[in-house]
Nanobody, 122 residues
Framework: QVQLVESGGGLVQAGGSLRLSCAAS????????MGWFRQAPGKEREFVAASRWSSTYYGDSVKGRFTISRDNAKNTMYLQMNSLKPEDTAVYYC?????????????????WGQGTQVTVSS
């Protein structure tokens, strides 16, 4: 069992930056595939980024602006978000996967956090 807690969301102007954190419980953090998803009002939950071992993946809409990273010693994953746009406004969720079959699919992930709100004003 893994518990995930996101933090770092907030209100930022377009062009600004935020760093989200996802703190994970458990002693096997390094073995999990980890991902970030987001969900805007009225829209489906969308893949943002994922990481396991040395592999990283990004959604097309965030490539070149967002960076996923992990500090395994702290059981924490991060999402550095730069050059934010109003369309990045959403609730951001972190997720953990045991099997890691398809990093960009929601169904891959076994555990989810409660989410943190990111609002980008124009």
């Amino acid at each position: 069992q893994v518990q995930l807690v996101e933090s770092g969301g907030g209100l930022v102007q377009a062009g600004g930056s935020l760093r989200l954190s996802c703190a994970a419980s458990g002693r096997t953090f390094t073995s999990y595939g980890m991902g970030w998803f987001r969900q805007a009002p009225g829209k489906e939950r969308e893949f943002v980024a994922a990481s396991r071992w040395s592999s990283t993946y990004y959604g097309d809409s965030v490539k070149g602006r967002f960076t996923i990273s992990r500090d395994n010693a702290k059981n924490t994953m991060y999402l550095q978000m730069n050059s934010l746009k109003p369309e990045d406004t959403a609730v951001y969720y972190c997720a953990a996967s045991v099997a890691w079959l398809a990093p960009i699919r929601r169904s891959t992930y076994d555990y989810w956090g409660q989410g943190t709100q990111v609002t980008v004003s124009s």
